[in-house]
């Protein structure tokens, strides 16, 4: 499996606390490892033709979600990507949140049909940036993933936009990733290094099973002879 690797530096403890590092230091380091990040991804997706990325963890606390986040900014602002980012987390939305926005319909009200999805898209901070937060989620747990509404969505929505990026639920300690991978293009599992248990990792990962796994992102190494990513 391909691991991509990011150096960990002082600004990662102010990202920790969920400050989007890509939006309020453009020109940091740790800004720069998200650009060597995305063209990383952007070469290997490319190649097979893969827009709709879900980014996933073994658990909860590991960083996907600022992976995300940050990934998609540096996307469309860096690179004139246009990107969209859904919140499919249903058990944790935070994508709102992390963009100091209201959360208005979103994901959720599209999938019950309450609103179109057009009308539930958000302008991002930034030029080429949308957002679909989760909205107002009544279904139970597994519905939203479940739904033939949401492979509608990202099939739609993957003809709009360069790149689509989704803040996937964590695996464990229970959820069906193949609800996910039958909807997306690519798969990207964020592992925080040093920290999540390897057996624990193991079973993560034997649990997708899929093909559609990109790779493996490293969040907050501490591999000092390591200054760009790698395999």
Same mark, same amino acid.
């Given at each position: 499996? /391909?691991?991509?690797?990011?150096k960990?530096?002082?600004?990662?403890?102010?990202?920790? #606390?969920?400050?989007?590092?890509?939006? &309020?230091?453009?020109?940091? *380091?740790?800004?720069? #490892?998200? !650009?060597?990040?995305?063209?990383?991804?952007?070469?290997?997706? #490319?190649?097979?033709?893969?827009?709709?990325?879900? *980014?996933? $963890?073994s658990?909860?606390?590991?960083g996907?979600?600022?992976?995300?986040a &940050?990934?998609?900014? =540096?996307?469309?602002?860096?690179?004139?990507? /246009?990107?969209?980012?859904?919140?499919?987390?249903?058990?944790?939305?935070?994508?709102s949140?992390?963009?100091? %926005?209201?959360?208005?319909?979103?994901l959720?009200?599209v999938?019950? @049909?309450?609103? +179109?999805?057009? $009308?539930?898209?958000? +302008?991002?901070?930034?030029? &080429?940036?949308?957002?679909?937060?989760?909205?107002?989620?009544?279904?139970?747990? &597994?519905?939203?993933?479940?739904?033939?509404?949401? @492979?509608?969505?990202?099939?739609?929505? !993957?003809?709009?936009?360069?790149?689509?990026?989704?803040?996937?639920?964590?695996?464990?300690? =229970?959820?069906?990733?193949?609800?996910?991978?039958?909807s997306?293009?690519?798969?990207? =599992?964020?592992? /925080?290094?040093?920290?999540?248990?390897?057996?624990? *990792?193991?079973k993560?990962?034997?649990?997708?099973?899929? $093909?559609?796994?990109?790779g493996? =992102?490293?969040? #907050?190494?501490? %591999?000092?002879?390591?200054? +760009?990513?790698?395999?």
């Amino acid at each position: 499996m /391909r691991i991509l690797m990011r150096k960990t530096t002082e600004s990662d403890l102010e990202e920790s #606390r969920g400050a989007l590092i890509t939006l &309020n230091a453009p020109t940091s *380091l740790v800004t720069d #490892r998200y !650009r060597m990040l995305f063209t990383k991804i952007d070469s290997l997706c #490319r190649k097979e033709g893969k827009k709709a990325v879900a *980014l996933t $963890s073994s658990i909860k606390g590991e960083g996907k979600t600022t992976t995300t986040a &940050n990934l998609a900014v =540096v996307a469309a602002r860096d690179f004139g990507k /246009r990107s969209l980012i859904i919140d499919g987390d249903f058990k944790s939305p935070t994508i709102s949140k992390r963009f100091a %926005m209201v959360d208005g319909p979103g994901l959720a009200e599209v999938i019950a @049909k309450k609103c +179109q999805l057009a $009308s539930a898209l958000k +302008q991002g901070p930034i030029e &080429n940036l949308m957002l679909l937060t989760m909205g107002h989620c009544l279904e139970s747990e &597994n519905s939203i993933w479940a739904t033939k509404g949401i @492979k509608a969505i990202i099939s739609e929505v !993957r003809e709009w936009f360069d790149y689509v990026w989704i803040d996937a639920p964590p695996i464990l300690p =229970v959820f069906d990733m193949s609800l996910i991978s039958e909807s997306v293009d690519g798969i990207l =599992v964020v592992v /925080r290094a040093g920290e999540t248990p390897e057996p624990l *990792l193991a079973k993560a990962i034997k649990s997708l099973g899929t $093909s559609k796994v990109i790779g493996t =992102v490293l969040n #907050r190494t501490k %591999m000092a002879r390591y200054d +760009q990513y790698g395999y």
